[in-house]
């Protein structure tokens, strides 16, 4: 019985699978919809999104299902980290815009959505879970969370942010792996090491906190689920696996890349949006490399690289494109969410036993 | 039926249990042997030990067991890295060379044992299993294997690696996982990141090869072990767990930081061998990691460090020590090592069934 734990009862789900909320378009309500609907938990990736973008999706994935989903939002980061490009840096992007077609050094916009206006979006739709990344949340969040009824799921890649989390009165904790695809979600300053493995994660993280761990990184199929359960984790959540079902809105050269990634394809990088996120390594990244301590802090690179992705995408230039990824993407399998549900649950069965 | 496999038909043991083969004295033949004796396969880490030590130690472990035991060995590289530290770090290491009261710049002694006398050894004393890491076996030696009925294990920390040990001819392949303690058996280069999570590895691994995939890295209880299986593996190597018994030679304030360790308190370093290497983080890694260009490629720094390590041990100062730990140390457990392979079966039996 691999089924009917604390979080399926918790969360109000069939299935102890949840779709990652990765962010930038990937998760779109078609995706999270079906994912819900086929018993496991879908997720918008609503980091970047604006409060009405939010409400938007949140009323498509409400047609499409009346199961429960969740929505995942990005706790802003006090600025204290590099808000110009070293000259380095910005010479690299202009050649790179030079090279797309595009203005150099373009006006930076808005930097980032404002938080307060993403959580009014989330608390006054109600959405039945919300999950974060990159920090603990506020306490006048938490407690209109509780108020309303809506389970809080945050994300630690250390025991020591597990311990914060529960502190902090989340419901559940996503034990994020190295192998994770993706933004790096770890906040606490002073760690020797952040990159902990799953395997070595999920164990201790269980043993430390009495809240249910959802195990996250790597996981690709029934293999990966059935180990996470073995590990201690009540529920496994899969990012990259879903960026390439049929309804992920992730860039068509983006899933073919992940799908031929081999194990040692990604490599973490700042180049992107100035935190640390694994994907497939491209020019881009690589032309990055040398001046990470130039590279301007989250969220400013990340404003400031906008134009070029979005170009890039337009014009099909994967070298260009951030393709974020697990360690493990060539296990993907390019169907539909609700047949990669079945499967996934097939092969889980296999190896557990029936539910 | 996680025991009955091909591992264990092929090595002739009863469990799919491997104590992984750490070199630096920690391998007592005490521990091999009872690893060994009580059904698992024991393995002599032998990479720093000379042909004439290899022999004696193979026979003091035949002395306490008629079963199946493995050496190891690390397969020698062309020098072509730095051989003579930086001034930085020449300064730090004499610096801290006079806080332990020794001789400062040292006459550097043998660089490393004659792979071609520890060889000799492994052939002639007929071992049942022989495993090396950091490379692979040339075609004579594997030959010699063959011939004298010798199991050989490669170590791989990509599915590359495996593939091009697959095709080399061992019989098994480890794979190792980036939560893995002490050396990194990385041996390819180009590669964007060999720091590839078990849970990510064992899979690919798995689906890639035809012979068995032995899983290590952060495995220290029957969770791990019973995640290996739904993984893919066909046996499981623990080196932390085991380094923790009674009967490892490792020093008693090693163990200890070990079982106090943080999920995050290890990190690889380079400082004490030239090659990366996960440990304890401490002050010798700490006064070196700004300087890590500086510090000469393995067996060199090795060498240049032996004398260090020695008076650090003998004085009792783990902030000189290695102190080689994978990322989950703290799940260990202080008891013989017979108990400790007792628990492991049990524990591994009440998540996937009686053997």
């Not at 909320?21 to 990736?45: K, Y």
């Not at 993706?182 to 999920?202: E, K, Q, T």
């Not at 990634?261 to 949006?273: H, I, M």
Request: proline share 5%.
């Amino acid at each position: 019985m691999w089924t009917g734990n604390e979080v399926t009862s918790r969360l109000g789900i069939k299935l102890p699978i949840i779709q990652a909320g990765m962010a930038g378009g990937t998760t779109t309500p078609q995706l999270v919809a079906a994912v819900s609907q086929a018993g496991g938990l879908g997720t918008l990736g609503a980091g970047y999104m604006s409060g009405e973008q939010i409400r938007t999706a949140i009323r498509a994935i409400r047609e499409l299902t009346d199961k429960p989903f969740g929505v995942n939002l990005f706790i802003p980061e006090e600025e204290t980290g590099k808000t110009v490009p070293g000259e380095a840096v910005r010479q690299i992007m202009n050649e790179t815009r030079r090279r797309l077609g595009i203005p150099e050094d373009p006006e930076l916009g808005k930097v980032a959505e404002p938080f307060e206006e993403q959580m009014a979006a989330v608390l006054e739709e109600r959405v039945p879970v919300f999950s974060f990344t990159f920090g603990l949340l506020d306490k006048r969040w938490m407690a209109a969370c509780k108020q309303r009824g809506i389970v809080a799921i945050g994300t630690a890649t250390t025991v020591r942010e597990g311990v914060a989390l529960e502190a902090s009165g989340v419901d559940m904790v996503v034990a994020q792996g190295s192998e994770a695809g993706g933004h790096r979600g770890s906040f606490l300053p002073d760690s020797p090491d952040n990159l902990v493995g799953l395997m070595a994660l999920v164990p201790q993280m269980a043993d430390r906190l009495s809240i249910p761990v959802i195990a996250a990184g790597g996981i690709m199929d029934g293999r990966g689920i059935a180990a996470a359960f073995m590990l201690g984790a009540q529920a496994a959540q899969l990012g990259t696996a879903f960026l390439l079902t049929e309804e992920s809105g992730a860039h068509r050269l983006h899933k073919q890349a992940v799908l031929s990634a081999s194990d040692e394809a990604t490599v973490l990088t700042t180049a992107f949006s100035g935190k640390a996120a694994r994907g497939v390594t491209n020019e881009f990244m690589q032309l990055l490399a040398p001046y990470t301590e130039e590279i301007p802090a989250y969220p400013v690179q990340n404003a400031l690289t906008r134009d070029i992705r979005q170009a890039a995408s337009k014009q099909e230039r994967s070298e260009f494109l951030s393709m974020w990824a697990g360690q493990a993407g060539a296990l993907g399998r390019a169907m539909s969410a609700e047949e990669l549900v079945r499967k996934l649950v097939e092969e889980t069965e296999e190896l557990l036993g029936k539910r």
